[in-house]
């Protein structure tokens, strides 16, 4: 293992995934590794990668890239693949104007906490006409949802104060949201998002990959 704490003139534009603007991102760690890796059949090999940490000057935070192919050099690291934070975008099954809405919130979620709790319920509203959910305001259409089972009790409830932290930041109050609350509300709606557009998905991959499994055996044992 070979740790380097690199030039951080070493820059390259890119977009940061945390506050979704294309900007200067300053490599800050490498790290090469020997990972290990499974293959369907059960065999094990081992692999040279190297994982890179930038910094985004727009916003601070940080990014993780791993390449794991060390012989197969890339142009720049940040071709390498983000590993986190986790890309949102990565599903085509969520509809368009909800990414959009939520790349929005994200964006100016330091600069105006009230501004990202407005995006966030209107990207539940959004999320409501797609599921083609009954009533007239959004709380009647988020316990349509789960009186269909199409979000759980436990996420109704969530989704319900995600509505509720909309409103007091789309009105002027002596409450205001804060960046506490934008944390929770960015966690919470992620929940959402996962249950009714991610994880199905994902079940029908792990269900391919489990067929693929038990066909190859299968195969081995004829």
């Not at 040279?48 to 050099?73: A, R």
């Not at 600069?111 to 599921?131: N, T, W």
């Not at 109050?173 to 009714?196: G, P, R």
Request: glycine share 4%; hydrophobic share 35%.
């Amino acid at each position: 293992m070979v740790e380097e704490k690199p030039n951080t003139n070493d820059t390259t534009i890119a977009l940061c995934r945390h506050c979704f603007n294309t900007a200067t991102q300053r490599l800050v760690y490498k790290n090469d590794f020997i990972g290990e890796l499974n293959a369907f059949d059960g065999e094990t090999f081992y692999e040279k990668g190297i994982y890179y940490v930038s910094k985004c000057d727009t916003c601070n935070e940080l990014s993780v890239y791993v390449h794991l192919d060390y012989f197969d050099p890339i142009d720049r690291w940040a071709d390498a693949l983000l590993v986190y934070p986790v890309q949102r975008d990565l599903s085509k099954n969520v509809p368009d104007k909800i990414c959009k809405t939520y790349e929005e919130a994200v964006k100016i979620a330091k600069v105006s906490p009230s501004a990202f709790a407005v995006l966030i319920r209107r990207a539940l509203e959004y999320l409501c006409d797609d599921k083609k959910a009954s009533g007239k305001t959004l709380n009647e259409k988020i316990h349509d949802l789960a009186e269909k089972q199409i979000i759980p009790p436990v996420l109704a409830e969530v989704t319900d104060h995600l509505r509720i932290l909309g409103n007091i930041g789309a009105h002027a109050s002596e409450v205001e949201v804060n960046k506490s609350d934008v944390y929770l509300m960015k966690e919470f709606f992620d929940a959402v998002i996962e249950y009714v557009y991610i994880a199905p998905e994902k079940v029908i991959r792990l269900k391919d990959q489990i067929a693929r499994k038990l066909g190859h055996k299968s195969n081995k044992t004829n």
